[in-house]
């Protein structure tokens, strides 16, 4: 005679019931790749929107890449920093190019702008202008309505 299929359940799972629970984790992992430190400041920065005030280093700027969203924000990346369009926050103005999808007027300081296209950076010294593709492309991916 076979057993009810409820005591057959109960059957297969009192063994997991009567097992010790494997011990929790000490904490969620969170963010990953900074340190606990880290992403507390980070967190903090975010509840009270904090930006970190950076200045620019070396003798050229360099426009890493431009982001447009869908909102309307934009986040550009000037040697490897990102920042808000309309701040300032890394020590350098930007001012995206009206005409030119990829392309903005870099400055910084009291600096006068270079237009720059994405993959260029220019001599803060010089002036001069040098595309660091080498040869190589940037797509342009036009965003999709509802995505």
């Known amino acids: ?36 430190e880290r992403r507390a400041a980070l967190d903090r920065q975010r509840q009270y ?4 005030t950076r200045t ?5 700027l360099q426009l890493d890449g431009i982001v447009r969203r869908s909102s309307g924000r934009t986040t550009v990346w000037v040697n490897g ?9 890394a020590g350098v103005a930007v001012r995206l190019s009206p005409r030119e999808p ?4 870099v400055s910084a300081g009291d600096e ?3 237009e720059l296209r994405v993959g260029e950076s220019v001599n803060r010294g010089t002036r001069e202008t040098a595309e660091l ?15």
């Open 1 to 36: 005679m076979r057993a009810p299929p409820r005591v057959r359940l109960l059957a297969a799972l009192l063994p997991a019931l009567v097992l010790p629970a494997p011990p929790a984790a000490a904490e969620a992992l969170g963010r990953l790749f900074f340190t606990p």
């Open 49 to 52: 929107n904090i930006q970190e």
């Open 56 to 60: 620019i280093q070396g003798g050229s």
């Open 81 to 89: 920093v990102a920042q808000n369009e309309r701040s300032d926050s």
């Open 102 to 105: 990829g392309a903005a007027a």
């Open 112 to 114: 006068a702008p270079a």
């Open 133 to 147: 593709l080498r040869g190589g492309t940037i797509r342009r991916r036009a965003s999709v309505e509802g995505h």
